[in-house]
């Protein structure tokens, strides 16, 4: 995997979003898309939810980094993305848990049941293997969920940290995924990147 070493520890780079006093780090060797390459692929993902004021950053460990592996899967090398979203009043009084888990992909029972009903079959294959709730400091919490789905063909294992601030006014996402193949091999450098979201100093 890009940014591992034969002999040791990889080394890491920290990415920042000073205003909202958020960070995270990845290997070194990953290298980063710029918000120019972002921008696109974000808004024809989520539209209007990335107003003003959103921050957004994402790193490919693969040879060939595409800012549309953002939202592709069976991905051979890790991808990760962040995400700092302010939040309207009507968003910040309905967030909830389950709004967390479900912010990028269906996840929960009944979000994955609505997304069926509504007749949205590219999504298969669903098996969770983690569901996390988090507390942090200063009224930090949220949740970690690890799950894999297939889509048009490809199955890729994601992992996901989705947090919100005490008065939940902001919402703060992390997600790194690709094929479980790649996710085995490049678990240590996963959970030291998902472990490293730290909102606040």
């Not at 940014?3 to 990953?30: I, R």
């Not at 991808?79 to 968003?91: K, M």
């Not at 079959?121 to 988090?134: A, E, K, P, V, Y």
């Not at 048009?152 to 940290?161: K, M, P, Y």
């Amino acid at each position: 995997m890009a940014g591992l070493s034969a002999c040791g520890a990889p080394s890491y780079t920290y990415v920042a979003d000073s205003p909202n006093n958020t960070y995270y780090k990845v290997p070194t060797g990953w290298d980063p898309l710029s918000r120019t390459a972002l921008s696109p692929v974000i808004s024809a993902q989520l539209g209007t939810l990335y107003g003003s004021g959103t921050w957004y950053t994402a790193y490919d460990a693969n040879p060939k980094p595409s800012a549309a592996d953002f939202v592709s899967f069976d991905l051979s090398e890790p991808f990760v993305a962040a995400e700092v979203i302010p939040l309207s009043t009507t968003a910040s009084n309905a967030l909830s848990y389950d709004g967390l888990r479900n912010f990028w992909l269906p996840v929960t029972s009944t979000a994955r049941q609505t997304d069926a009903e509504s007749g949205d079959t590219s999504l298969s294959n669903f098996m969770q293997f983690r569901d996390d709730t988090i507390t942090a400091k200063d009224g930090v919490h949220g949740v970690r969920e690890t799950f894999q789905y297939t889509y048009q063909g490809g199955t890729d294992v994601w992992d996901e940290e989705a947090l919100t601030n005490a008065d939940q006014t902001v919402l703060y996402f992390l997600a790194a995924h690709c094929t479980d193949e790649c996710y085995t091999q490049n678990i240590n450098a996963i959970n030291t990147v998902m472990s490293s979201f730290t909102i606040g100093s």
